[in-house]
């Protein structure tokens, strides 16, 4: 059986497939959610908006490091 790759209360950058007003910026792992259609969903909250949003595994990444 195959794992989340994220945990709950991970920054993660966030990559959207379709042009929208979503913020800039990293967001948080809120929760968890069931494979859809063959990928781990997640609810992600950013520091910079109201509402939470649900984002497949393969829009998101680890921030880069600060070096």
Do not use: C, W
Not at 15 to 20: D, F
Not at 24 to 30: A, H, L, N, P, T
């Amino acid at each position: 059986m195959q794992n989340h790759k994220f945990s709950v209360g991970q920054k993660v950058k966030y990559y959207n497939r379709v042009r929208t007003t979503a913020a800039q910026g990293e967001y948080e792992i809120v929760r968890l959610l069931p494979a859809e259609e063959g990928q781990f969903q997640y609810r992600i909250k950013s520091e910079l908006e109201r509402n939470e949003r649900v984002a497949a595994e393969d829009q998101l990444n680890p921030p880069k490091a600060a070096i």
